[in-house]
């Protein structure tokens, strides 16, 4: 796999109408030994942020919503489920009452 030079990336994205753009720049700078791999942490972060730039409109939403729901996820309490209740069974007896058929009887007139 081909090492990327990250000592001086930068990237960029561009969004915008007729009346405004907004220019957002990227910049990766990299200290220490450049020898060694980046943390795991690091490049998933620089994928993620590179990745996000190149979204298309549609694309772009569903993954801002979809990263609203992990932070939300990630950072409100978690919630607690309350302890199931104890279950108590009983034991079953069927009452069966046996009844013996009248035999129909009609008038005859």
């Known amino acids: ?36 791999p980046l943390p795991e942490d690091a490049l998933k972060r620089l994928i993620s942020m590179l990745i ?7 694309a772009l939403s569903e993954a801002c919503e979809s990263l609203i729901e992990t932070y939300r996820w990630t950072f409100n309490p978690k919630l607690t489920l309350p302890a199931e209740p104890p279950r108590q069974t009983l034991p079953v007896k069927p009452k069966v009452k046996f009844v013996e058929a009248q035999p129909i009887e009609f008038d005859e007139e």
């Not at 990250?6 to 109408?17: P, S």
């Not at 996000?52 to 549609?58: G, P």
Request: aromatic letters at 10%; hydrophobic letters at 30%; proline letters at 2%.
């Open 1 to 36: 796999m081909p090492q990327w030079d990250l000592g001086n990336c930068e990237f960029a994205t561009v969004d915008g109408d007729r009346q405004r753009s907004v220019t957002f720049f990227t910049h990766v700078e990299v200290t220490g030994d450049r020898s060694q």
């Open 52 to 58: 996000v730039s190149r979204l298309d409109t549609s």
